[in-house]
C-alpha cells in the first residue's frame, strides 16, 4: 500500500472507531508526539492531500482523467477537513470534460502543479463547457501549473459549430484563482457566472491573435471581482464584462494583442442588462483593438455606469482606440478616463477616441486621444 493510501484509511477507521471529538484530539496529539513536534503545527500544514494519480489518473498521453478527477474531487468535497487535491508537477493530464460540482463541506485547494489538457479534437460537451466548478465557496485554484484547451482544431471550424468554453466557475463565492497559464482555449478562456467575491491574480492567459471569440476573462452576472497583476494575449477581448456584473477592479494588466477591455454585452436580443463600478487601474495595451471600449446597441436597455479607466499606456492596432459606444436609450453614467495613453501600433498613424451617448456628468482628464462628444 503506498503511503498516501495507508494513511487515508487508517484516518478512516479512525474517523470510524472515534465517534467523539475527545478521541480526534487523541489522534491528534499522537501525531505530534511521533513526528517529535514541539509547537502545534499551524493549521494549513495539517490539510490533507490528494493526488489524483491516488484516484487513478495517468499522465500517459492517451488515458482520459476525468473520472479520476472527479473520484478525487468527490472525495475531496465530501470531507469535514479542508482538501488540497493536487496535480503533480512535470505531468500532462488529458481531460475529455470535467464537473467540480459542489456544495462541499469545507473549502478545496487545488494545486495544479502540471498540466490540464484537453484531447485535440472537436466532441460535444455538456452545455459546451470543457472544466466547470460549480456552487463552490471558499475555493483555491492555484499552482503553477497550465490548463490547455488545444482549441487549434475547433477554431478552424469556428463557423461551423458552437465551440466549448475552457474553465468555467459558476455560483462561487469566496474564489482565489492565482498563478496559472491558461492556453489556447477552445473558445473563452475563464469565465466567472453568478460569482461573488472573487480574485483571480498572476494569470497568463494566451491564444494566438487569430483565434476566434478566445476572450481572456469574462465576466457575467458577478460582482466584487478582483482581476490582477495578469498577462493576457489572445484573439478576442483581454477582458470582457457583461450582464449583471458589478464591482470590477482590474489592475496591473498586460493586454494585447486582443480587442482590449470591454464593457456591455451587445444587449442584441434587447434584455435587461447591468454594468456598474468597473475600475480599470494601471493597464499596459500592446497592440490591442479598441483598448477601452463599452459597446451597446443604440435600442438596447444596456445600463453603464462608474467605469474608471486610469493610468492605462500603450498601442492600439485599429483607429479606435477607445470606443465608448454606449446605448441611446440608456446613456453611459460616470464614465472615467484619467491619464490614458494610446498611440497607433504602426508608426506615423493616428488614433482616435469615438464617444456615443455618454451622460453629461461624464468627466475626462488628461487622456488621448480624447473624445468630442456626440450625444
Ligand atoms: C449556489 O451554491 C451554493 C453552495 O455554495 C448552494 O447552496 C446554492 O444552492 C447554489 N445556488 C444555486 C442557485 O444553485
Ligand atoms: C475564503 O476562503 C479561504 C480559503 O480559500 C479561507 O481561508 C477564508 O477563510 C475564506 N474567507 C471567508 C470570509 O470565508
Ligand atoms: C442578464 O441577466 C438576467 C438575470 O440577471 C437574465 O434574465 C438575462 O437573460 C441576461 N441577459 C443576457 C443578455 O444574458
Ligand atoms: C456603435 O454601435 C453601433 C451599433 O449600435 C454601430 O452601428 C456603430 O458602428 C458603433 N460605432 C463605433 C464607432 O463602433
New binding site residues.
Partial sequence: MRPTTSYVVTTFLIILICSSSSCLAKKHSHHHKTKHDKKPAPPTARKQVLDVEDYGAKADGKSDNSQAFKKAWDKACNSLESIKILVPKGKVYYVKHVDFTGPCYSGISMEIQGTIKSFAKMYDTPKRLWIKFEDVRNMEVFGGGTIDGSGEVWWKNSCKIKKTKALTFRNCSNLTLSNLRLLNAQQMHVIFQDCNDVEASKLVVEAPEHSPNTDGIHITRTSNIKILDSQIRTGDDCVSIVNGSRNVDIRNIACGPGHGISIGSLGEDNTENYVSNVFVKGATFTGTTNGARI????KSAVQVENVVYRNIRGTSASK?AI?L?CSESVPCKNVVLQNVMLTAQQKGEKVEA?C?HLATQTTKLNSLPSCSLNN
Fill in positions: 459597446k451597446t446597441w443604440q479606435v470606443n459606444n469615438s456615443n
